[in-house]
């Protein structure tokens, strides 16, 4: 059995998120696909739209035979640690043969190529890369200078300017760094780009939908996403629609105050993500904090990118410290592969994960007995993140509240 791994967000899932599938199954010849998706929060430093599990059940509808939880640490972090822990689970299932991911350039051949340089850092590397950041360049563009000169291809630089050819750059990097047997393809991002705001014909971006829900209020979900998104995730959208989403980063505002009015500029560098000079910037500015998007944009400099300041005040909120980070890091990766759900037809699949996972598939939350250390320390981050989550629906759509211990798997 053929199994090929999609590292995803699905924040909503729409038709390019299909096509991705469909063509990775037909790409690699796979029996089944396994996705490992970020949880109730998202790379970019934000909480998702809609909570895990009605986003798992779009891609469980869209043919995916498993989703698994990517866990938070990795979920909400940098492009790097976003991609360590996605490979790390798909390799330590023991059973996944290739993984499959999005790309704008579509040439994994070039991607390859990047990954080797910046995670192997030659010495001429390393030395163009320090005369950009001594010209001023920021470390994004002084890398694409460096690996432009370095290789002698304009492209290659290119290459580090586009989200999912980073994030993809990144995948390959891990394959190489925890010497995975994994292999690895990309496919193509068809019609719109990752920060596209306009819909297009058929493929929008997550981007877009999300702009055009926002816009929407409270007036129901647009009639043009119903050509963007298959007809199941669209059922799923109008089912949900102000009971259990949409949900924004303002919706943690007074969360997040309550965090930063404990913090001093000496407290916060232990988190994620928080240097001293954003420490600085926070304390200085806190007395001016409205919101957490208005936040972001006071705190936004040239240096510093709205989501990487989003992840950091993410990382306060949910209290994940560079020192959670680095033991994620002697780990070598996910200690556990929580399911989120899966299909009835997709049984063979999982007994053979149960065979040949080095990991602990977790199916129903253990209250105790999971290994100590740094695996239950991110299993626990998980619940009491998932927690935060339901507790801002339970107060925003006035509805029960159902702890993580509860939430069931997903089979369809």
Known sequence: MKIVGLITEYNPFHNGHLYHIQEALRATGADAAVAIM???????????????????????????????????????????YFAAGAVSILDRLGCVDVI??????????????????????????????KEGLRDGLSFPRARQKALSLFLGDDRAGEVLAEPNNILGVEYIKAILQQKSSLGFCTIQRRE??????????????????????????????PAQLEGQMPSPAICTMKEAYHARYPVYANDFSLLLKYHLLGETKETLPRYADVTQD?????????NEFFSFEQFCGLLKTKELTHSRISR???????????EDMTSFKKEGGCGYARLLGFRKDASPLLGLAKKSSSIPLITKLPRTGTKEGTARKMLDCDILSADLYESVITEKYRRDFIPEYRQQVVII
């Not at 499959?100 to 995670?119: M, P």
């Not at 819909?199 to 971006?205: G, H, K, N, V």
């Not at 993410?314 to 410290?321: E, G, R």
């Open 278 to 286: 954003l420490a600085n910037r926070i304390i200085r500015h806190r």
């Open 100 to 129: 499959c991911f999005g790309s704008e350039c579509g040439d994994v051949s070039l991607l390859e190529k990047a990954a080797r340089i910046t995670a192997q850092e030659p010495e001429a590397y390393r030395g163009l890369l």
């Open 192 to 221: 719109s780009g990752y920060h596209d705001m306009e819909l297009s014909d058929t493929y929008s971006s997550a981007s877009a939908i999300r702009h055009h829900l926002r816009q929407a209020d409270q007036s129901g979900i």
């Open 38 to 80: 970020s949880g109730n929060y998202v790379q970019r430093g934000a909480p998702a739209l809609m909570p895990k599990h009605l986003r798992a059940r779009m891609a469980l509808e869209a043919g995916v035979a498993a989703v698994i939880e990517l866990p938070v640490w990795c979920a909400c972090g940098s492009a790097e």
């Open 312 to 322: 950091a005040l993410l990382h306060i909120l949910l209290n994940i410290t560079e």
